[in-house]
């Protein structure tokens, strides 16, 4: 594509399945790009996973070049849709009234949601009255307190 005087830079196509795969692929063999930490050297080992990654993907890959900032912004995006349709699956399970359970969730979210691992825990209620487990206490004398 052609570049236009003083506009950003050009567009690339969008990123194929295949290439979504890929990458979700590189990132789950780094490991370091799901630590949470914000220490120094983790950051720079960080930057140095992303560096390799876009190296890697764009040697295997047989479209166009993707820039690490690009590949970071698909991996936000991929990030983000498989939590949201994680939650609308959640949301689904509990509904009440019976009917088909809900579809699975396709392959590409299951394997995100493998690599994120714990960020979608849900963390749940301590003071929610349904989620209590009952628990009847007695007395020494049996009765119920």
Same mark, same amino acid.
């Given at each position: 594509?052609?570049?236009?005087?003083?506009?950003?830079?050009?567009?690339?196509?969008?990123?194929?399945?295949?290439?979504?795969?890929?990458?979700?692929?590189? &990132?789950?063999?780094?490991?370091?790009?799901?630590?949470?930490?914000?220490?120094? &050297?983790?950051?720079?080992?960080?930057?140095?996973?992303?560096?390799? &990654?876009?190296?890697?993907?764009?040697?295997?890959?047989?479209?166009?070049?993707?820039?690490? &900032?690009?590949?970071?912004?698909?991996?936000?995006?991929?990030?983000?849709?498989?939590?949201?349709?994680?939650?609308?699956?959640?949301?689904?399970?509990?509904?009440?009234?019976?009917?088909?359970?809900?579809?699975?969730?396709?392959?590409?979210?299951?394997?995100?949601?493998?690599?994120?691992?714990?960020?979608?825990?849900?963390?749940?209620?301590?003071?929610?009255?349904?989620?209590?487990?009952?628990?009847?206490?007695?007395?020494?004398?049996?009765?119920?307190?």
């Amino acid at each position: 594509m052609e570049k236009l005087e003083g506009t950003g830079p050009a567009r690339t196509s969008p990123i194929s399945e295949a290439e979504r795969s890929l990458l979700v692929g590189m &990132i789950r063999e780094e490991k370091v790009l799901q630590n949470r930490q914000t220490a120094g &050297i983790i950051c720079v080992r960080k930057r140095e996973a992303w560096a390799r &990654i876009t190296t890697a993907f764009n040697g295997q890959n047989s479209g166009p070049r993707r820039t690490e &900032i690009q590949l970071k912004k698909v991996w936000d995006r991929l990030k983000i849709k498989a939590k949201q349709e994680h939650a609308v699956k959640r949301r689904e399970e509990r509904k009440t009234g019976g009917g088909a359970p809900p579809a699975d969730l396709p392959e590409e979210t299951d394997n995100v949601l493998a690599i994120l691992g714990d960020d979608i825990k849900d963390l749940g209620n301590q003071y929610d009255d349904d989620e209590m487990a009952y628990s009847a206490k007695s007395n020494r004398h049996g009765r119920l307190i």
